[in-house]
């Protein structure tokens, strides 16, 4: 079992920056994928990044490409995703993932809103 525990959350105005951090407890040998994704109000949860374990090939979805970037400090059991360049339609509550294809286990979700 892994336990996963999202921070960083917050308001911010376009154009503006935030770190979201997500922290693995439990069965961190299992986190052989770390990711993001994010749920907007009436839409599907997407992709937004992930990372395997010894990778330097992170995945990102083509709508956060160039402005987010994702990291892990294996060491520690964390997942980052920086975001710049924020927009509105960021706007979502971000789940931090993790497992052996990024899709078993989940956090409780951040809020993460973008006003114009």
């Known amino acids: 079992q892994v336990d996963l525990v999202e921070s960083g959350g917050g308001s911010v105005q376009a154009g503006g920056s935030l770190r979201l951090s997500c922290e693995a407890s439990g069965d961190t040998w299992r986190t052989v994928c770390m990711g993001w994704f994010r749920q907007a109000p009436g839409k599907e949860r997407e992709k937004v990044a992930q990372?395997?374990?010894?990778?330097?090939?992170?995945y990102y979805a083509d709508s956060v490409k160039g402005r987010f970037t994702i990291s892990r400090d294996n060491a520690k059991g964390m997942v980052y995703l920086q975001m710049n360049s924020l927009k509105p339609e960021d706007t979502a509550i971000y789940y931090c993932?993790?497992?052996?294809?990024?899709?078993?286990?989940w956090g409780q979700g951040t809020q993460v809103t973008v006003s114009s």
């Open positions: 990372l395997y374990r010894l990778s330097i090939s992170p």
């Open positions: 993932a993790a497992g052996s294809t990024c899709d078993e286990y």
